[in-house]
């Protein structure tokens, strides 16, 4: 049985766990980090300038969707594939679809914020690889908000045959967590982190294809 029948997810966007964790990982770092760095690359900003080692505010892409992320989505693909099916309230489609909108209002909402608080300005909210992130994110929301519990009542269940895929889990939240933990203190501490920690970078105000840096 797929995983995605397994948890009563939505359509296509839960296939992500249906086809091993290596695809699950691979999906989940293409869709986060890959077009959002390949959109950034074609806006005209160069390779080596995308690539987070190379700016000093960017644990949360760094280590959290560079590596704790997909690590994240993969070893929850291992942990439900061993699962029985599942029923609750977490397997119908009303609460399916409710976690899909409400990340796509918690997205949105974190770049009305950003917007008022002098982040980013419009004409970068509205360039490629920012609208993508915006977009992205609310998916991701959904692949970790929809396997959460299904997650935990496996997890529980299945100790002695994937305990380390449990581990993995656990690992994936606690590192996701903390890279994105840093780069706040980071964004608090030095102001030049206000525009170098999320992934769209900066943007000359109004163009986004001249680069600063």
Same mark, same amino acid.
């Given at each position: 049985?797929?995983? @995605?029948?397994? *948890? !009563? +997810?939505?359509?296509?966007?839960? $296939? /992500? ?5 290596? =695809? ?48 994240w989505v993969g070893m929850v693909t291992v942990v439900l594939e061993r699962a029985a099916p599942m ?10 679809? @409710?976690?899909? *909108? !409400? +990340?796509?209002?918690?997205?949105? $909402? /974190? ?5 008022? =608080? ?85 943007? /000359? ?9």
């Amino acid at each position: 049985m797929l995983v @995605s029948n397994k *948890i !009563g +997810g939505l359509p296509l966007i839960s $296939s /992500i766990f249906d086809h091993g964790p290596s =695809a699950a990982y691979g999906i989940a770092f293409i869709a986060g980090f890959g077009i959002v760095c390949m959109l950034m690359v074609l806006e005209g900003l160069s390779f080596r300038g995308v690539m987070p080692w190379n700016r000093p505010f960017y644990w949360a892409a760094l280590w959290g969707d560079f590596v704790f992320l997909p690590l994240w989505v993969g070893m929850v693909t291992v942990v439900l594939e061993r699962a029985a099916p599942m029923n609750g309230f977490y397997t119908s489609p009303w609460w399916h679809a @409710s976690l899909l *909108i !409400g +990340g796509f209002i918690v997205s949105v $909402s /974190i770049e009305v914020g950003a917007v008022k =608080a002098g982040q980013y300005t419009m004409s970068q909210e509205f360039s490629p690889s920012k609208l993508w992130h915006t977009f992205i994110f609310g998916i991701v929301f959904y692949w970790l908000a929809s396997s959460f519990i299904p997650v935990i009542l496996a997890s529980w269940s299945n100790l002695a045959s994937a305990g380390w895929a449990v581990g993995g889990v656990i690992v994936g939240v606690l590192g996701f967590l903390a890279a994105n933990s840093l780069d706040w203190r980071e964004l608090k501490k030095d102001p030049r982190a206000k525009t170098d920690t999320h992934l769209a970078g900066t943007y /000359i105000p109004w163009d986004w294809h001249p680069r600063r840096y």
